[in-house]
């Protein structure tokens, strides 16, 4: 009998595996994205329905460029869990960077509507702007990138992109108060500089 506790002592409790496992969302955070794909796979063999390793594996994958396999991954794992907001966002990023302009919008819609305030909402609304400019639906993108400035004050480019949203829209006024806001965080900024440029040239004319 002694020997049979002996052997179970050895044997590791699942609290001491999980600490013994690699850490692949500090992997992801630390910017190992290869080591942290590779970690999630050998999780995801072990625990097939593992979402926080199918998350972790999609953030990597995007990071890493491979924008067919976050989605190949992303859709595995909605079949997993239909209302993964972590999963929907890395669906909507990756149609989106594939040129899926249709189903990046779907995605990324869904995410908006169940995380409002979610972690990756200013991301999302400035890819839906984006979107909306290649449609041609200035007004739309109008508010998504509105939104999107809202949650992240402090990006230049999406300012821009805001400015370029509400000109294409002839909205001079609120364009150029977009274009100044961009230039204010980032004075070289070139497309906010020539946005200007156009909008006081058409406002003047």
């Not at 639906?137 to 992240?152: E, M, V």
Request: glycine residues 8%; negative net charge.
């Amino acid at each position: 009998m002694l020997l049979v506790l002996a052997g179970l002592a050895a044997v590791p409790t699942p609290a001491v595996y999980a600490q013994d496992r690699p850490d692949a969302l500090a992997m992801y955070r630390n910017g190992q994205f290869d080591q942290a794909v590779q970690t999630c796979l050998d999780e995801i063999q072990q625990l097939p329905k593992d979402l926080d390793s199918y998350s972790v594996l999609g953030w990597s994958l995007l990071k890493l460029g491979r924008y067919q396999d976050a989605v190949a991954y992303g859709l595995k794992a909605l079949a997993i869990s239909r209302y993964d907001v972590r999963i929907i966002e890395i669906l909507g990023e990756g149609y989106y960077y594939t040129g899926d302009d249709s189903d990046a919008l779907g995605y990324l819609q869904q995410y908006a509507a169940l995380a409002p305030n979610g972690d990756r909402i200013d991301i999302v609304y400035d890819l839906m702007g984006e979107i909306y400019i290649k449609l041609g639906q200035y007004n739309h993108a109008d508010i998504a990138l509105d939104t999107a400035c809202y949650f992240t004050p402090n990006v230049a480019e999406w300012w821009a992109r805001l400015g370029y949203a509400r000109e294409m829209a002839r909205h001079y006024a609120i364009a150029l108060d977009a274009y100044n806001r961009a230039l204010t965080l980032n004075p070289s900024l070139d497309d906010a500089a020539q946005g200007k440029a156009r909008v006081e040239a058409a406002a003047g004319g």
